[in-house]
């Protein structure tokens, strides 16, 4: 990484322990994905990003707050960045995924938290992430507990703006939904001094829009067998997805995607074809949470399908292009928005048919529902997973972990057995 010291000493970072930090990634990442063979050439832009991860996006961010713009820092894929982007802000994903952040988090959160939200507040209070440093608003929402017990504490430190995501999808949920992301356009033409314009709005959704089609593009190919992209790079990319400057991050992907449409011409793969073809269902993994990607492929089985919200919920649905008026928008970003089936709502069978309809598309072999540690919502709606999997005859994994290294072996010899009984 280039010299950002002076940046991050001004952005009052811890530096000398964010030096720890960045000590760490450049082995973590050479070893899980620059060590992979036949990659392709279009990783490169992906790996740019991770080896400047805290420094070339920080800088642009910064800029932008010079020129006056704002920064807004998000956790869900419920908040609708569009708003964000209309009223000439930017919007950054603020998830931590690494566990080089928990025990700042556990020091003011229940251990018995989820690794995700104990690493999203200790960036904050560690001062070693800069995007947590730079963004001027925090905005939450109401999906889980653990969450919405963490913005109070993450409030006492950022501005904060809470949305609250219903937990139901009847009709007037949808209308209740509408209504908060009226209210988060008042908030955000407050807080930017910036109205939100009809046209405006409509550039920021498809310009996102453009984003999701990029990365359903990526996804397409990897219905192919052999497989052009590996799970782990494919995951990687969309985690960059929360960071990136939208048009930039969808031109590299659309890169990506035309060398590995004349891979899957050619029928070139990273795996052999017929290799056993996994689906990662559950949780989502912030950057960098490579773990169980590393784990399956290490085995020799392509991940070709993440149904998680760095996955398919990510970019499945897009926001209805149409309307021109502001309410008519704001009726579409409800309704997309609420398409995304997360566990918070009840009920959420819709999930199980995205599983089972990707299980198909994507031909997988079998399922791996991946539960980050103490996230009740995915590990108690686990058992209708495996329900409605069994009843498919679907061979099913469940897995509950953390970001620690401590059960890798563990896992790997879990892994290993389920990937034989595949290969049976
Ligand atoms: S729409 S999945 S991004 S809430 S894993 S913090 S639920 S205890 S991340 Fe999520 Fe939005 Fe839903 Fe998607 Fe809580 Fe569970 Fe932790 Fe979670």
Redesign the pocket.
């Known amino acids: 990484m280039a010299d950002y010291r002076k940046m991050w000493e001004d952005l009052g970072m811890n530096v000398d322990k964010h030096d720890l930090l960045c000590e760490a990634l450049p082995d973590a990442f050479g070893g899980i994905y620059l060590s992979q063979e036949k990659r392709p050439e279009g990783m490169n832009y992906f790996n740019f990003v991770v080896a400047e991860i805290h420094g070339v996006r920080p800088a642009e961010l910064l800029e932008h707050q010079a020129r006056g713009g704002k920064v807004f820092g998000t956790f ?3 908040v609708p960045d569009e708003v964000v982007f209309a009223a000439g802000g930017i919007a950054t994903g603020l998830c931590g995924g690494s566990q080089f952040w928990v025990p700042a988090g556990e020091s003011v959160l229940p251990v018995n938290t ?1 690794p ?2 104990k690493a999203s507040v200790g960036a904050r209070l560690d001062r070693t992430c800069p995007f947590f440093r730079i963004a001027d608003m925090y905005v939450g ?1 109401t ?2 507990d ?2 919405k017990k963490a913005w109070e504490i993450l409030a006492g430190e950022v501005p904060f703006h809470v949305m609250d995501v219903p937990q139901m999808k009847r009709p007037q949920d949808i209308g209740r939904w509408a209504d908060e992301i009226k209210g988060f356009i008042k908030v955000v033409e407050e807080f930017t001094g910036n109205r939100v314009t009809p046209e405006a709005l409509h550039q920021s959704i498809v310009m996102l829009n453009n984003k999701r089609r990029a990365l359903k593009r990526l996804y397409e190919t990897r219905k192919a067998d052999p497989v052009p992209i590996s799970g782990k790079d494919a995951l990687l990319a969309t985690e960059i997805a929360f960071y990136d400057d939208p048009s930039r991050f969808t031109e590299m992907t659309n890169n990506l995607c035309e060398e590995l449409e004349q891979r899957v011409k050619r029928g070139e793969g990273v795996f052999p074809a017929g290799a056993p073809r996994i689906m990662i269902t559950g ?2 993994m912030a950057i960098p949470n490579w773990k169980l990607h590393h784990l399956v492929e290490s085995a020799g089985a392509p991940v070709v399908v993440e149904e998680s ?1 760095t996955g398919t ?1 990510y970019f499945e649905h897009l926001v209805e292009e149409e309307p021109r008026d502001l309410d008519g928008q704001i009726i579409a970003l409800a309704e997309r928005y609420m398409k ?1 089936n ?3 709502f009840t009920p959420n069978s819709n999930r199980i048919q995205d599983i089972l309809r990707l299980a198909q598309e994507y031909r997988v072999d079998g399922i791996i529902d991946y539960n ?1 540690q ?2 009740g ?2 590990s108690t709606e686990s058992y209708l997973v495996k329900q409605a999997l069994d009843a498919q005859g679907i061979p099913y994994l469940h897995i509950e972990t953390d970001y620690s290294e401590q059960d890798f072996e563990q896992l790997r010899t879990r892994v290993e057995a389920f990937l034989e009984r595949l290969r049976k």
């Open positions: 869900c894929v419920y989820c995700l939200i929402e999906t889980c653990g969450k949780t989502p919200c919920r995304t997360c566990a918070c980050l103490f996230c919502l995915y």
